[in-house]
Structure formats: structure tokens, C-alpha cells
């Protein structure tokens, strides 16, 4: 991981933005801290689909919900 | 990520450090010695190594030895030798290789990649164990043990119940 | 894949002062190079020495060690799991492998909050003295990959929380050395019986004030 120096702008809808900062403050996270961290997620979720495995969902009465396939 | 630490921090937390542990981590536990198959997960399919086997045979042959004199003389399982010689998947545990290593007084490092139980860092060994195995395929006739052998297990398979 | 190297300090045990190094923000194939090559080898002697000398050790499954060798290759090129490496005289004395993504805070006053969890962190072996290695070459190794981890939390916007499961022989070094909160045994049977150690904000802070105000 090097220094943060590559810039991009980001167009969102009047929705996602609010979504965004809605996020950002419940997690305490600034926005580009919000959003490299969805990145990362987004990495790890397709690289496990792309092998085939599924992502679930668990209840608390431990009832799975398909939640993604390829 | 650069991170600045300077010279003064280093040296103040290594003397509050001392001589902690400080592993951590599901993944960072010590290995056992023995007892334990080297491949973490037996589904996978383990890389063929014939060249290890290859190797192995010759060798114990050049000595004269029995497979069964083999393991008493190098203190491993007979059960880990045969399946080195005989089967190309096999994965041996890494106390067997090292064993062997000793015994034949060869790098250990050196035939832990060539037994594949360690990623290849050295290309010119890969190179030379592919050269060695293609070279060392025996196309002489049975000996008179082999043929003796053979003809002896045929029976035992061809005796029907 | 591009590294970042920063100059760091070890304390060389023998000659009694400091000796120059390195932490790269990585794992490369250098480290594993170096990890399959020099570790494990003075790893395997070290448990025979131990062994035959009638030192009780509590046995794991040899296994879980071998999956992270290959895990390692697959792990490089995740943004979500990041490696650091300690490197000094040419070879790797400690190494780190972090998630940054799909744990969560358990201490109570920063419950399901964003940390940095340390999946994996591991001493040369000529580096522990519970390996025979007396003394030990380097010293500092596991204080310079807990900075690294708390500057990363920093980084991404995580405050300095870290957390993680402490090998039993380790629990001393994060509970006092890093002033960590324990929070006991994790019975999760994939972990138990480990405990659970994790950093707030503040306990960085104190952390790295620990060493002087850098």
C-alpha cells in the first residue's frame, strides 16, 4: 500500500450522497474513508464469488438468506 | 503507507519489549514436529513430485537398501517412504523429508522444494529435478528379485476366494 | 507490487546497541522466500531441541501453520488484507498479515466499530528465547509491527483501534507492553483457546507515547 495519491472524482445522486454521508456518520468515517473501505469489501466479496463460493446472511434464529450468487 | 518511527521509539519499546513472545494469530502457531501430515488441507491437490521419488529410490538402491531397512536406518515410516516412491501426489510429511535429508546428508532446504513441500525459489533446482526425473526412467528388464517379487504378489492377486 | 520502505531501529541483543532496519508495508515473495527457506527450518530445530529436552509445549495442529504458506500467495493483491515485513542484515525478522475489512470492535466502548485486525504475526525464530535462542538476536520486532498496525488504523480513518487473538505465550506482550484490553478466551472453537485482545483509540495513543513523544 503506497501513499494515496491517485484522485478521482466521484458523481453521486442527491440519494447516494445521502446515503453516504448518513454511513459516514454512523460509522464515524470520513467519506473517502468510507468508500476505500467499501472498496476493499467489494475485492473480497467478488473474489470469493469468483471461486464459487456463496455469501449468506445469518438471523438471529440462524435462518439463511441467500443474499448473492454469481 | 510510509510510517515515520523514530530511532529513540525503536529502542525504548525493544527494552520494554524484551524477551516477550509475540505471536498472534490462528495461523501463527508452531508447527509439531511429528505426528501430522505436512498438507494443511487433504482435499487439495498436491503437485506431483516425481523427481523426489525418483530420487529416493535410486539412492536407497545405490545403498542397497530395503525400503524396511530404510525407515529403521532413518527412523521414519515405512508407510511415508512407500508412498514417495510409488505415488507422485503423495505429500510427505515434513519431518520425513528432513529425516531423509540427514540421512543421505543433503540440504534440507534443497529437498523440501524438491519433495514440493515449499514453493520453488530456486529455478535451477526445479530445472535439474524435471532433467532428473525424465533421465532416471528405467527401461532395463526386471531383476531376478523384481521378477521374483512380482510373480509373487500376481499369486497373491489372482488367488480367488 | 510496489513497496514502501521506512527505516526502523532493532536492538541487536549481542552487540548491546541498535542496529539499523527496515519495515516494508509488505509481504513479498522475498519474506516467504525467506520464511520457508531460514524460518522454518531453525523453527523445526528449535521444536526438536525443545522436545528432546523434555519442555512441555502445547502441541497445535502443524497444518495450521502450512495453510498460511499458501494462503500468503493468495492473500497478495487483497486490498483488505495487508502485509508488513521487518527486515535487517539482509533477512526477514518479522512478519505481519492485517485485515482491515470484515472485523469489528468488541470492547464495549467502541463495540462494531472499523479496526485493524492482526491475522497473523510471527518473531524470527533465532529471535525467541523460548526457542532455546538465548539470547535472542533481535529485540523490538513485535513493538515496530503493533506501531505499524496502529498507524494503518490511523490511516483509514480507524482511529488506531487494532485488534487481535494472542497466542497463549504472547498474552503478556500485548497486555502489558501494549496495554491492550483482554477480553478473555474466544470460545469460537476456530480460535479458542486464545484470547481476544483489542486496542482503543486511547490505548494508541498511550501506545506510541510509551516510546517518547515521536
Given amino acids: 500500500m503506497s501513499l494515496s495519491k491517485r484522485t478521482m472524482t466521484l458523481n453521486l445522486t442527491d440519494a447516494e450522497m445521502q446515503v453516504l454521508e448518513e454511513l459516514c456518520a454512523r460509522k464515524d468515517l470520513s467519506k473517502t474513508a468510507l468508500l476505500r473501505q467499501a472498496l476493499r469489501l467489494y475485492q473480497i466479496v467478488e473474489t470469493r464469488l469468483e471461486k464459487g463460493d456463496k455469501l449468506f446472511f445469518e438471523d438471529d434464529k440462524k435462518e439463511k438468506a441467500e443474499v448473492m450468487m454469481l | 503507507m510510509r510510517i515515520e518511527i523514530t530511532k529513540d521509539w525503536c529502542i525504548k519499546m525493544a527494552r520494554l519489549e524484551d524477551d516477550y513472545e509475540i505471536g498472534a494469530g490462528a495461523i501463527a502457531v508452531d508447527p509439531v514436529f511429528d505426528g501430522e501430515k505436512a498438507a494443511a488441507d487433504t482435499s487439495e491437490q498436491s503437485e506431483?513430485?516425481?523427481?523426489?521419488?525418483?530420487?529416493?529410490?535410486?539412492?536407497?538402491?545405490?545403498?542397497?537398501?530395503?525400503?524396511?531397512?530404510?525407515?529403521?536406518d532413518a527412523k521414519v515410516e515405512m508407510e511415508e517412504l512407500v508412498g514417495i516412491e510409488e505415488d507422485t501426489h503423495f505429500r510427505p510429511k515434513i519431518r520425513t523429508v528432513y529425516q531423509i535429508a540427514t540421512y543421505f546428508n543433503l540440504p534440507q532446504a534443497n529437498l523440501l522444494q524438491v519433495a514440493r513441500l515449499t514453493t520453488p525459489r530456486d529455478p535451477r533446482l526445479t530445472e535439474e529435478a524435471v532433467r532428473f526425473a525424465a533421465r532416471s526412467e528405467p527401461v532395463v528388464a526386471l531383476t531376478k528379485e523384481e521378477r521374483a517379487a512380482l510373480d509373487a504378489f500376481v499369486t497373491v492377486l489372482s488367488e480367488r476366494k | 507490487m510496489s513497496v514502501t520502505i521506512s527505516p526502523v531501529y532493532l536492538f541487536n541483543v549481542e552487540r548491546g546497541q541498535p542496529e539499523a532496519a527496515e519495515l516494508w508495508d509488505a509481504i513479498t515473495d522475498q519474506q516467504l522466500a525467506d520464511w520457508e527457506a531460514e524460518w522454518i527450518p531453525e523453527l523445526f530445530?528449535?521444536?526438536?531441541k525443545l522436545r528432546r529436552a523434555g519442555v512441555e509445549?502445547?502441541?497445535?495442529?502443524?497444518?495450521?501453520?502450512?495453510?498460511?504458506?499458501?494462503?500468503?500467495?493468495?492473500?497478495?493483491?487483497?486490498?483488505?488484507?495487508?502485509?508488513f515485513s521487518v527486515m535487517c542484515n539482509g533477512l526477514t525478522q518479522g512478519m505481519m498479515f492485517v485485515d482491515t475489512t470484515t472485523k469489528r470492535c468488541r470492547v464495549e466502548s467502541q463495540k462494531s466499530k472499523n479496526l485493524v485486525y492482526v491475522k497473523f504475526v510471527e518473531n524470527a525464530p533465532w529471535n525467541r528465547k523460548e526457542l532455546l535462542f538465548d539470547p535472542p538476536r533481535y529485540r523490538g520486532i513485535g513493538s515496530i509491527l503493533m506501531r505499524a498496525a496502529v498507524e494503518l488504523s490511523h490511516s483509514i480513518g480507524?482511529?488506531?483501534?487494532?485488534?487481535?487473538?494472542?497466542?497463549p505465550q504472547s498474552n503478556g506482550f500485548y497486555a502489558n507492553a501494549c496495554g491492550m484490553t483482554d477480553l478473555g478466551v474466544d470460545p469460537d472453537p476456530d480460535y479458542s483457546p486464545m484470547r481476544y485482545f483489542e486496542m482503543t483509540s486511547e490505548q494508541a495513543v498511550a501506545f506510541v507515547e510509551k516510546g517518547g513523544k515521536s
Avoid: T
Fill in chain 2, 48 to 72: 506431483p513430485s516425481i523427481a523426489f521419488g525418483r530420487l529416493l529410490r535410486l539412492m536407497r538402491r545405490s545403498q542397497g537398501l530395503s525400503v524396511e531397512k530404510l525407515a529403521d
Fill in chain 3, 57 to 83: 509445549r502445547k502441541h497445535w495442529p502443524q497444518s495450521r501453520h502450512w495453510d498460511w504458506r499458501r494462503k500468503a500467495a493468495a492473500l497478495q493483491g487483497i486490498l483488505a488484507h495487508q502485509g
Fill in chain 3, 45 to 48: 530445530k528449535a521444536l526438536q
Fill in chain 3, 158 to 167: 480507524f482511529k488506531g483501534r487494532v485488534g487481535l487473538h494472542s497466542l
